[in-house]
T-cell receptor, first 113, second 117 residues
Framework: AQTVTQSQPEMSVQEAETVTLSCTYD???????LFWYKQPPSRQMILVIR??????QNATENRFSVNFQKAAKSFSLKISDSQLGDAAMYFC??????????FGKGITLSVRP | GAVVSQHPSWVICKSGTSVKIECRSL??????MFWYRQFPKKSLMLMAT?????????EQGVEKDKFLINHASLTLSTLTVTSAHPEDSSFYIC?????????????FGDGTRLSIL
């Protein structure tokens, strides 16, 4: 069975500052994919960034980057230069060979102007 | 590309009514689609995997007779909440991934808010 743990229910960041959202996971598979999804109040699921487990290099997408520690089974998301539009619920997710996504509980990020 | 459309976006019905939700892949064929349920400020819980041309695979604890899934074509999966009651009120989201070489990430519909009075 796969599990994804997001232990922080809420975080707050000052506009233009940097924030890191933590995520740990557990899986018995050797080949898997990790994701961060953003869900704004509209409840649309938006893919922020993804990481293939076989790649050692951390993924980056503009202001978003991850710190992927495979041995520690950790997958944190760093948001640089936070903007008001970054305020949303963020979900960490894992996908294994069966193509099913397992989501963490999510974290609500607020951005202070 | 890889757009998933979900309809309706919001439905309010009386208790006892059956409600059908559609999930369409607009620009790709999807042999597999997924249905999730989400309560307010909670995570997405996978309900079932919809397989084109065969029976859906339900997750443990999900009532097959309550949540009927039909995947009749490569671009359409439907979820029917039968004889809905207030406890079935929730946000339902579908997803699909386009075929292709290598891994393809899932694309989500915009969700359906179901309110049962």
């Amino acid at each position: 069975a796969q599990t994804v743990t997001q232990s922080q229910p809420e975080m707050s960041v000052q506009e233009a500052e940097t924030v890191t959202l933590s995520c740990t996971y557990d899986t018995s598979e050797s080949d898997y994919y990790l994701f961060w999804y953003k869900q704004p109040p509209s409840r649309q699921m938006i893919l922020v960034i993804r990481q293939e487990a076989y790649k050692q290099q951390n993924a980056t997408e503009n202001r978003f980057s991850v710190n992927f520690q495979k041995a520690a089974k950790s997958f944190s998301l760093k948001i640089s230069d936070s903007q008001l539009g970054d305020a949303a619920m963020y979900f960490c997710a894992l996908c294994g060979a069966n193509s099913k996504l397992t989501f963490g509980k999510g974290i609500t990020l607020s951005v202070r102007p | 590309g890889a757009v998933v459309s979900q309809h309706p976006s919001w439905v309010i019905c009386k208790s006892g009514t059956s409600v059908k939700i559609e999930c369409r892949s607009l620009d790709f064929q999807a042999t597999t689609m997924f249905w999730y349920r989400q309560f307010p400020k909670k995570s997405l819980m996978l309900m079932a995997t919809s397989n084109e041309g065969s029976k859906a695979t339900y997750e443990q604890g999900v009532e097959k007779d309550k949540f009927l899934i039909n995947h009749a074509s490569l671009t359409l999966s439907t979820l029917t909440v039968t004889s809905a009651h207030p406890e079935d009120s929730s946000f339902y989201i579908c997803s699909a991934f386009p075929p292709g070489q290598g891994y393809q990430p899932q694309h989500f519909g915009d969700g359906t808010r179901l309110s049962i009075l």
